[in-house]
């Protein structure tokens, strides 16, 4: 079963920047679509951004376009989000999950077409 796992979280403050990391043993991630979440307390979990298996796509919430990046390295089988600019609305557990890519690349980053999600790094950003 593929097991992801996020790294990269902790407390910035407003206007800092940190990046995330999605890693996974085991599998290969380029078999796979990789989008990163994301949950504050009391919300519902949203999708932040996608990148496709070659990571020649990708789509953004608009909430966070023009500050987050994602990229991908498939020989380290690692996926990134690099996060600029943060806000303390920011604040919230960061969640990467995978969908193979046989399915296709989404057009925005839903929940629920995602099946294989890690536990999550909290970002916090706080003066």
């Known amino acids: 079963q593929l097991q992801l796992v996020e790294s990269g979280g902790g407390l910035v403050q407003p206007g800092g920047s940190l990046r995330l990391s999605c890693s996974a043993s085991?599998?290969?991630?380029?078999?796979?679509?990789i989008g990163w979440f994301r949950q504050a307390p009391g919300k519902e979990r949203e999708g932040v951004s996608c990148?496709?298996?070659?990571?020649?796509?990708?789509n953004y919430a608009d909430s966070v376009k023009g500050r987050f990046t994602i990229s991908r390295d498939n020989a380290k089988n690692t996926v990134y989000l690099q996060m600029n600019s943060l806000k303390p609305e920011d604040t919230a557990v960061y969640y990467c999950?995978?969908?193979?890519?046989?399915?296709?690349?989404?057009?925005?980053?839903?929940?629920?077409?995602?099946?294989?999600w890690g536990q999550g790094t909290q970002v916090t950003v706080s003066s």
């Open positions: 085991g599998f290969r991630l380029d078999y796979f679509v």
């Open positions: 990148i496709s298996n070659s990571g020649g796509s990708t």
């Open positions: 999950a995978a969908r193979p890519s046989y399915r296709g690349f989404p057009s925005t980053c839903s929940v629920t077409d995602f099946s294989s």
